[in-house]
């Protein structure tokens, strides 16, 4: 088994675990699973768009590109570095949008493990949470491509034997899956176990009955022999 020692909350805010849960693990999707596809295209509709407004006069030319959209026609007295150039910021615009909404579906899900459930937690401003307790878990897998696999990340399939609302759900773009699977599991294993995750604080140091100091009273000496 891995450790299990609590760790301190960044993402998942604290304020929502129970009075003895601790948390174990927790993590956003990455970076490169959310954002490189809306990034990819918001530059090429730019690289489009610019070429376009480039063919009217006192714009550098973009080469190649703007060459070939001045050779356009003319449709009903309108140029081409105007009917080309609509399209393409429609499609920059919308491209730019897709790209804020990717951005803020990244930073505002968190996947997290505690001692007792599996918990995501969506939202800026608002919370919203779906969790499922660990005992009703029945597996977690992992998916990862080719490619996925290089980038260290993958994703987890969640399933849970009862109808809770985490049960059967696909938590894409988890950075090092395997790893967040082996938090899962383990901590299910001691649960069933009976043994609590380790603690934050260390062993602990509550006197025992056999220690004088738990009494408050002085050791005494050993009684004499008559």
Known sequence: MISLTPIVPRHFKARYLAQEERLL?????????????????????????YAAAAVRPGWPALPYLTPLFARGPVLFG??????????????????L???????????STVYAVTTT????????FSRNFEEMPILQLRGVDVH????QRILRYGTMRVSSESGASLGNQDWQGIPHPFRFQKVIEDSRARLLAGTPAASPMGPSTVPTAADPAATGRPELPPAKKV
């Open 25 to 49: 693990a927790e993590t956003r999707g990455t970076a490169l699973f959310y954002l490189p596809k809306p990034i990819a295209l918001t530059v090429i509709f730019g690289i489009l768009t």
């Open 78 to 95: 309108v140029g081409p570095g105007t009917y080309l150039l609509i399209p393409f910021l429609l499609l920059l615009l919308g491209s």
């Open 97 to 107: 949008l897709w790209l804020l909404y990717r951005y803020l579906r990244w930073i």
């Open 117 to 124: 459930r599996v918990v995501i937690q969506h939202g800026i």
């Open 144 to 147: 990862q491509s080719i490619g």
